[in-house]
Antibody
Framework: EVQLLESGGGLIQPGESLRLSCAAS????????MSWVRQAPGKGLEWVST????????YYSDSVKGRFTISRDNSRKTLYLQMNSLTAEDTAIYFC??????????????????WGQGTLVTVSS | QSALTQPASVSGSPGQSVTISCTGT?????????VSWYQQHPGKAPKLILF???SRPPGVSNRFSGSKSGNTASLTISDLEADDEADYHC??????????FGGGTKVTVL
């Protein structure tokens, strides 16, 4: 069974930094692009960032580019999101997912698309 | 990176059909096959119900169907059931090598 477990969220002051982690199990982690998607309270989903399976290519939304850094440790099967210079607008539940980025991802002929339960980041003074 | 446009809410009675539109531009929805739809119940993670505009993952009911015309994709839920009451989000890949979501649509089963 695929599991994605986010951690690292919490209450933080504006301007500070936070690192989120996402521990993966149940699939060959290194073979899949991984993404962070966030959801502000009562709002829709917002794509944040994606990293390819090898960790060599990263992509960011304009709203976080230059402040957030996505990375992964395939030996630990863990995805990270380093978030710097946080503002109130970054307050959201942060989900990690192995959803397809430019195209669907497949395993043994079946589409792969799994999400964690999310971790809440609250930026407030 | 403007969000895709979805209606805030749609509603229907059990057994009826509802259709949710997702309007983008020629740089996202209109340009790519990679349009997906997610269902999200309150407090839960999103669940993929359609990918590549019309394809359903295993286990997803065939009451969910998708289409696309120009810059607008659509999700139709047929034979509405109580458990279909949820938020629905569309998403598309973009020419900027990013991904964009719609604002989400709340489906209410009357």
């Amino acid at each position: 069974e695929v599991q994605l477990l986010e951690s690292g969220g919490g209450l933080i002051q504006p301007g500070e930094s936070l690192r989120l982690s996402c521990a993966a199990s149940g699939f060959t982690f290194a073979n899949f692009d991984m993404s962070w998607v966030r959801q502000a309270p009562g709002k829709g989903l917002e794509w944040v960032s994606t990293i390819n399976g090898g960790g060599t290519k990263t992509y960011y939304s304009d709203s976080v580019k230059g402040r957030f850094t996505i990375s992964r440790d395939n030996s630990r099967k863990t995805l990270y999101l380093q978030m710097n210079s946080l503002t109130a607008e970054d307050t959201a539940i942060y989900f990690c997912a192995n959803a397809g980025f430019s195209a669907p991802q497949y395993s043994f002929g079946f589409v792969v698309d799994n999400w964690g339960q999310g971790t809440l980041v609250t930026v407030s003074s | 990176q403007s969000a895709l446009t979805q209606p805030a809410s749609v509603s229907g009675s059990p057994g009826q059909s509802v259709t949710i539109s997702c309007t983008g531009t020629s740089s996202d929805v209109g340009a790519f096959k990679s349009v997906s739809w997610y269902q999200q119940h309150p407090g839960k993670a999103p669940k993929l119900i359609l990918f590549d505009v019309t394809s359903r993952p295993p286990g997803v009911s065939n009451r969910f169907s998708g289409s696309k015309s120009g810059n607008t994709a659509s999700l139709t839920i047929s034979d509405l059931e109580a458990d279909d009451e949820a938020d629905y989000h569309c998403t598309s890949f973009t020419r900027s090598t990013t991904r964009v979501f719609g604002g989400g649509t709340k489906v209410t089963v009357l």
